[in-house]
């Protein structure tokens, strides 16, 4: 998909969000090891920075009636990058994860849902947050509530997915969504 079909398919998530979002208020994203615009826990960081380099556990509560499917994902911006305009950092992008559940543990041991590209394009997986020294960087941890299975996409890790393909493939699907953020 070119730049401009990604901005599209983005701009589309983010019009179904502000319509939906309204009506669902109480759909809700927490960590048991992050807070909300807190600092990254050190034992959550890249190994380089002394961390285990394993995904965080979250936990959703309240998943809207008509939900077929979740889907999460962990971007960042970099400098530069604007958000609706650029294409961010892809962390993790997660999809195929059941309605009925409501948390995936710290490192999802049991590899609930199907697993993207890596921030590198090299593996499928979570990138951890590894920040240049001297930087603090946003990272933001956004679950989607899905009215339909994105059936578009495989049915099993793929490389192929990046940020631009799952966000297509969710555009016009989503019922609402819910978000955390913190630093590193």
């Known amino acids: 998909m070119n730049r401009h079909g990604g901005i599209c398919a983005i701009a589309s998530i983010c019009a179904s969000l502000a319509t939906a979002s309204v009506a669902q208020d109480s759909f809700t994203l927490s960590s048991a090891e992050i807070a909300d615009g807190g600092i ?7 190994t ?47 999809w195929n994860i059941p309605p009925n ?27 951890p947050p590894c920040s240049p020294a001297g930087s603090v960087h946003e990272y933001t941890i956004t679950v989607f509530a899905l009215d339909a299975p994105l059936t578009s996409l495989p049915e099993n890790d793929d ?12 555009a016009g699907k989503v019922i609402t969504s819910s978000q955390i953020s913190f630093k590193n």
Not at 101 to 127: F, Q, V, W
Not at 159 to 170: C, K, N, Y
């Open 101 to 127: 559940t409501s948390e995936l543990e710290r490192a999802n041991p049991a590899s609930i849902g199907d697993e993207g590209a890596d921030k590198d394009e090299r593996n499928t997986g979570y990138t």
């Open 159 to 170: 490389i192929s997915v990046d940020w631009e393909t799952l966000t297509a493939a969710m």
């Open 40 to 46: 990254l826990p050190a034992a959550l960081k890249c």
């Open 48 to 94: 380089r920075d002394g961390g285990d380099g394993v995904s965080p556990p979250l936990a959703w509560s309240d998943v809207p009636a008509g939900t077929e499917s979740l889907a999460v994902i962990m971007h960042h911006y970099p400098r530069g990058a604007v958000a609706g305009r650029d294409t961010p950092s892809q962390y993790w992008l997660l």
